[in-house]
């Protein structure tokens, strides 16, 4: 919270009730003035002053922790829109002067979360909306907060970059949403008829399918995913069913596809990732019910990277693990915490990874988004680089 002091300001012209009306006007002016400067001069006093304390300089985690060779950095966390619209001093001075206030929105519950050349789409099931975190236009805007087009409980998203489209998995209304890159609205997929409660949904890498995860729940046998045309919402094909063998799911969450159209499906109640082909048949599945690196206790969110990678969050284990194309574990980043610093995590939920290798987790507790960078990017480089705020 930002509170400025108004001092009184006295002496501003002749006081005389016969020469008050003609210098009201410039009295009023004169009053603005010096309240913007007084406004201007402490913010340079705090900014500049040699006698503020020097705050212990932050130092990012990195991973995995020395001694072995780090591979990926924390970066940032987004969690408000002040974390990516551009306010300058400037800025500051126009809305005192004008007796407003800044207007900063937060995400309350976010779930899901999808990135495209630096735009964050993140879900919110509390707000029924999707924030976005425009990095490299330094701007924030909603996507499904009106008619039409309007959420009731957003899941998963995903997002087109041959169709550059937005999908969004709403398991109230039973349907996904498509959106332009700026959140215009073009079409809904699915219906109630097809869907029992969908939580999860990924597009093919040229754009023409979209694979909805349908979760079903205790009392259903619709744990399946479903496939459909991403123009029409055809119903193209039906995958899997309920059940532990291999191609079958038990309360299916979330999936991803690989850049070769491989579909990775977190199978939650199986404890394990499911593997398929483009065309939809099984290919192998990975992980078991455990305590140990490379098992799973409560797996939810997944991802995968430009070279393959796969990304699997675990809500349990409050990390995210790393496994190469073919389930081998490769490292995992994070724990357990009971407060909202880097790489902390109690409910961890969505992932996503963009397409210079940067990671973005999203944990519904601490209400965050946290951005981790491969090692070997520097801090200002790739469509999420961060540069110097304007003056």
Partial sequence: MQIFYRPRITGLGNT????????????????????????????????????????????PPVYPPPPADPRFIYERTLKFSSNVEDFTTGDAIKLFATGESRKIQTLVKPYGVAVYRGRVYVTDTVDREVMVFDIPGKRFFIIGDRAPGALQKPHGIAVSQARQEVYVCDSSTKRVMVYDLDGKFLRSLGSKEIFDRPTGVAVSPDGSKVYVVDTGGLASSHHVVVVLDSISGKVLQTIGSRGSKPGQFNLPLLDAVAPDGTLYVVDGGNFRVEVFNPDGSFKFKFGSVGRLPGQFARPKGIATDPQGNIYVVDTAFGNFQIFNPKGQLLMFIGNRGEAAEPGKYMLPAGIAVDEDGRIYVVDQFFRKVDVFRPYTLKRTEGYAGVLEPRK
Avoid: I, W, Y
Wanted: glycine share 6%; with cysteine; aromatic share 6%.
């Fill in 16 to 59: 005389d009730p016969q020469h008050a009306q003609g210098h009201c006007s410039l009295t009023g002016v004169l009053r603005r003035f010096v309240l913007a400067c007084c406004l201007l001069n402490a913010v340079l006093f705090v900014t500049g002053c040699a006698s503020t304390p020097k705050m212990e300089e932050f130092v």
